[in-house]
DNA sequence: TTGCTTGTTGGACGATCGTATAACAAGTGA
DNA sequence: TCACTTGTTATACGATCGTCCAACAAGCAA
């Protein structure tokens, strides 16, 4: 008689791994409220002392959530830089419109996303991650708009407006799904690129 | 001798309004998650059982002080209107960057809001309030952009393009206060604003 | 002053929270 | 086969959570 494996070891990154992407599903699910040991352990398929193993605190699990995720949204927002090709506004709409696209605009890592924003206040920590997350993404944004013949007296503005835009679609595609598509909201965001580049030319 | 009273009596709708008010400077102070009734009764200086004894628990509280939030934003935008006086165009923009002027710019009123989009997820109730919400601002932002000469074709996705902008600012300026300022804000919302217009005309 | 209404308090209750830790077992090398 | 390492579980602990309710007292009417 065999009984089956009361658990399986895992690989440390990979376990680490897992329990990143369920504490992301529960933030999604639950809110920043609902983000409890239990819950993530739960959520992961684990006991929740394994969570303390890893990670020593639940605010130190949901920290690296953050990381990780603003990590998975650079590399999307990367890729999707190098499919555009060589022209600098081909590129420019690439990384703008990419928010709008799988995988960013997945409905549950917009959710993650604003628990993360309903932590600033409360936890430095995830206030320091934000603004170097939003210094990096409106730098890149500068370095597009620069490329596409901006002069550097209208990059810092036009880089607010671009980023403040995005944030604006993706949130309310977020939390009212049904108002307008990811089609209308790239529609919207290229017509203020061409705004932006048009009176500046 | 005369003891000072244990406490004061106050007229029930007052005394909703105040405990309604901590529970809005907590959400903004700490969070959702921070948001106890033992934290919003010491901020109200009340004790906890009140807050039952008000509004059952402490979930229609929360609900309770995202509509009067809501009141509260639609009253100053309403004012924020009628000051601008009649060009259609003044209306429009002073209904937009009214965002960006006190009292709608108080970091605290943005840090609740943030609090209650984290909330959409996970409570229906939040869910609906915020659809309601939303879908009168864009009706409003509507009708003024109809005002301004804009085509009823256009209104629709001019409309979504402001709010996204509008939330956007909101959300920056609250989450990175020394990123940029109220001034420039108000700025680039009549940049956008221009462009929508001279575009469709 | 006295009695009454009711806003208000403060603690009790069970559930759940985060964290720490001892016991267990899966997988590996000898 | 048999230690041995260590990933993993399960539990214990105090603190705090939301809710409930009996007792108290502020203010008004008589």
Known sequence: MSN????KRAEPDERRQSVIEACARV?????ASGASVR???LEAG??????????????????ATYGQTGARVDAA???????????PRAK?????????????????????WVAFWSLVRARSDIAAQHDTQYANFRAQLETLLAACGL????????????????????????LSPGCFSAAEASAIARAQIEALISTNR
Chains 1, 2 share one sequence.
Do not use: M, Q
Request: with cysteine; charged share 15%.
């Open 4 to 7: 089956k494996p009361a658990f």
């Open 27 to 31: 933030l999604a699910h639950a809110g």
């Open 39 to 41: 819950t993530i352990a």
């Open 46 to 63: 684990v006991s929740p002392g394994l969570v303390g193993h890893y990670f020593g605190s639940v605010d130190a699990l949901v920290a």
């Open 77 to 87: 927002l990367e890729e999707a830089l190098s499919a555009a090709g060589p022209d």
């Open 92 to 112: 420019l709409e690439a990384f703008v419109t990419a928010s709008f696209l799988p995988p960013i605009a997945d409905p549950e890592l917009l959710a993650t």
């Open 151 to 174: 002069p550097d007296a209208a990059l810092h503005r036009a880089a607010i407006a671009i980023s403040a835009l995005v944030d604006g679609l993706w949130l309310e595609l977020c």
